[in-house]
């Protein structure tokens, strides 16, 4: 079992794009298809919760690019609670991935680095 919290996944999010598209060895693949489905479900209902955290505390429409969403006063408040949803942990059923598993496929030294805990040695 393997634990990620909604910032590690939107920190994962690029690197696994990218290791999408690679030619995976078929039990790999199968498992990183699910896998990806998840973390595109979570990350998607992160920014629908994040999006209603913004209209519950922004009091008017912005004016412009510049003004904040948010108003100054309820910045706090808006943090602890992005911080909150940002740090909720999600299981998921598989062991991190033996880098041998996945053969000669080139990869990037940072989407490695991008990718610890779901990579392993």
Wanted: charged fraction near 25%; hydrophobic fraction near 40%.
């Amino acid at each position: 079992m393997v634990k990620f919290t909604v910032q590690d996944l939107l920190t994962m999010r690029a690197p696994l794009g990218r290791l999408s598209e690679k030619d995976l060895p078929s039990l790999i693949a199968f498992s990183f298809a699910k896998f990806m489905k998840r973390v595109d479900d979570i990350i998607r209902d992160f920014r629908q919760q994040r999006a209603t955290l913004v209209g519950s505390m922004s009091s008017e429409e912005p004016q412009g690019p510049e003004d904040p969403l948010v108003p100054q006063e309820k910045q706090q408040e808006f943090q602890t609670a992005l911080q909150g949803l940002l740090s909720t942990e999600h299981e998921f059923g598989f062991e991190p991935i033996n880098i041998r598993l996945l053969g000669d496929i080139a990869m990037k030294p940072v989407d490695l680095t991008l990718l610890q805990g779901l990579i392993t040695e």
